[in-house]
């Protein structure tokens, strides 16, 4: 792996540590708007580099967490969700 995409993969996977740090925590609001401005420049970081068939595979895992987003009244569905982004962010 290159240097520059040794960079953008760190990038990403930061975007998405912001993004369950924001929702991990039930004792606060989700702050919508700052949630999907992180999966958006996320995804887009993905187009900067080469992908791999898994980190296309990490992509569209996280495209289709980008749809199901929304304000959980479940706290168990957005324990659930978070932990399908961390997981993301780890496969990478």
Do not use: Y
Not at 9 to 15: G, N, P, Q, T
Not at 61 to 80: C, E, V
Request: hydrophobic fraction near 40%.
């Amino acid at each position: 792996m290159t240097r520059d995409k040794k960079f953008i993969i760190d990038s990403i996977k930061m975007d998405l540590f912001r993004i369950v740090t924001a929702t991990g925590d039930l004792t606060k609001e989700i702050p919508q708007k700052s949630v999907k401005e992180f999966l958006e420049h996320a995804d887009k970081d993905f187009d900067k580099i080469e992908l791999s068939t898994h980190e296309k595979e990490i992509r569209n895992k996280l495209r289709i967490l980008n749809s199901t987003f929304t304000d959980f009244a479940d706290p168990k569905a957005r324990l659930r969700w978070a932990e399908d982004v961390l997981t993301a962010r780890c496969r990478l």
